[in-house]
Nanobody, 121 residues
Framework: QAQVVESGGGLVQPGGSLRLSCVRS????????MGWYRQAPGKERELVAT???????NYADAVKGRFTISRDNAKNTVSLQMNSLKPEDTAVYYC???????????????WGQGTLVTVSS
C-alpha cells in the first residue's frame, strides 16, 4: 500500500520560514512528478510547486522566489522550503507523488493527508 505522508507544518510569524517534507513509502513503483498543492480556507486547492523525476521545477507565481522544492529520489522524498512566509500562505499543504499504476499503463497521483501551515502574528 503506497503512502505519501507530509510533515513539518506549524505556526510561524510573517517573514518566518518552514520546511515541509514528504515521503513515499510502501511501494517500489517508479515516481514521476512530485509536488505540493495547498488549500486555504474558502479557496480551491492550488498548485504550489512541482518537480519532475529529472529535477525540473515549476512554481506558482505567488511563491516564486520564496519557496524552493527539491527531491531526493533515493529516499523517495520531496521537500518544500518556505521562506518569507506571508499570512496568505496559510493553508493545508498537500504532497503528491505520481506513480505508475500496477499495470504500468498509466500514471496515478497519490496524495498525502495534508499538513497545516499557519502564518500569523
Amino acid at each position: 500500500q503506497a503512502q505519501v505522508v507530509e510533515s513539518g507544518g506549524g505556526l510561524v510569524q510573517p517573514g518566518g520560514s518552514l520546511r515541509l517534507s514528504c515521503v513515499r513509502s510502501g511501494s517500489t513503483r517508479s515516481i514521476n512528478d512530485m509536488g505540493w498543492y495547498r488549500q486555504a480556507p474558502g479557496k480551491e486547492r492550488e498548485l504550489v510547486a512541482t518537480v519532475t523525476s529529472s529535477g525540473n521545477t515549476n512554481y506558482a507565481d505567488a511563491v516564486k522566489g520564496r519557496f524552493t522544492i527539491s527531491r531526493d529520489n533515493a529516499k523517495n522524498t520531496v521537500s518544500l522550503q518556505m521562506n518569507s512566509l506571508k499570512p496568505e500562505d496559510t493553508a493545508v499543504y498537500y504532497c503528491y507523488a505520481q506513480m505508475l499504476s500496477l499495470t504500468g499503463r498509466r500514471w496515478q497521483d497519490y496524495w498525502g493527508q495534508g499538513t497545516l501551515v499557519t502564518v500569523s502574528s
